[in-house]
């Protein structure tokens, strides 16, 4: 084994069991490598299992299958040298800022006068020189998170394991905080020999990583290695930089369209198999208006239009991939492009909307026609929630079930293509 090798991870599966006896996947087939003097980041949507991933290498949680190594020999616990900074740190709000670094020595058993010592200089050297006696609440955001890397630090850790850091903290506070940590990481001067960063914030892994591993869903696995050759300290309006963000944004979002044209084909031949995202109409009219209006006039570039729409980019693709489910719009790239129909939809009023929309719904998505179809064959137009639940679960989880029945639902209810009933539990063609 290469001696400059820190942590390996071969291999590793991680499920958690369900009430009715099977696994959820969550890890799957996951190898990951921390050499000396690297920073690696971690780039995936929320629930794809980067938290998991840094628990089984931080010794907290086994694997299913697989091995975490650790400087060579396999974690069967928290190992000694592994240290984790979280979103937001549980600091005790009845210790002082030092006595809340100490505490990470006292579990390690140091000396009182090294704890001391040892704390007063983590605390130095984080930027919060003068604070040793403050509490916790006079403390802004941003100290806090500063107190919460003290922690860490004061244990000498070969590997600090963090797990979106700054995505608690304001823009401002962020980028002070990570600059202040890559200066030292530069300079040599943090007692650390290795990072892996957990992310969903694309620039900041361009930003600070020297190889940023992208992190798919469903099992959580790791899809591509991208090596980031910009020299540091990085600019963010550096071409460069601009262009590696770009080509992830890319990748990340041809990578989501096709899980979902695979998620589509899943359950050929029934046509009503797939699990339906729970996307409000009101949603997905505001993307179809926001992208049909100036400046993007039917075609934009998604991570643009996120903040726009005040979205997060994860939450912005699944209304997306629903839009181009109802060939409202098609995802190019990054971009999303309005179909005429989408473009006609963003224009119109209520009535010819709810048309519009009613049309793509009975065309596009298979079950709504086929519960429509049920209804109007029945005398009494009358469908029990359990008759197509219980035909939706023989495809999926009962939980996807019930979920793609109340996406169904509700656009229906828009589209008046039928009605339920909540308290009766049953679909009838009844005025919705
Ligand atoms: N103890 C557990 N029991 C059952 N399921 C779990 C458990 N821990 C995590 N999960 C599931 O595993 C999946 C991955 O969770 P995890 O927290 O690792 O994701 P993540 O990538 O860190 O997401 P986020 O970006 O939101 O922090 C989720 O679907 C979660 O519900
Ligand atoms: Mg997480």
Redo the contacts with the bound molecule.
Sequence with gaps: MNTATLLDVHAVHKG?PKPDGSE?V?LDGVELTLREGEIVGLL??????????LRLIAGLSRPGAGEVTYMGRPVDGPPEGVAMVFQSFALFPWLTVLENVEIGLEALGVPRDERRQRSIEAIDLIGLDGFESAYPRELSGGMRQRVGFARALVVHPNILLMD?PFSALDVLTAETLRTDFLDLWSEGQLPIKGVIL?T?NIEEAVLMCDRILIFGSNP?RILREIKVDLPQPRARLDPDFREMVESIYVEMTARRVQDHAARAERFPGTGIGSVLPRISTNLLSGLMEAVDAAPYNGEADLPVIAPALHLEIDDLFPVAETLQMFRFAELVGGDLRLSPEGRRFAKADTDERKTLFAKHLLTYVPLAAHIRRVLDERPSHRGPWTRFADELEDHMSPEDAARTLRAVISWSRYAEVFAYDDEAQTFSLENP
Excluded at 44 to 53: A, F
């Design positions: 958690f959820t969550v995936g949507r929320s629930g794809s299992g980067k938290s998991t991933l979106e957990v969903h959580g």
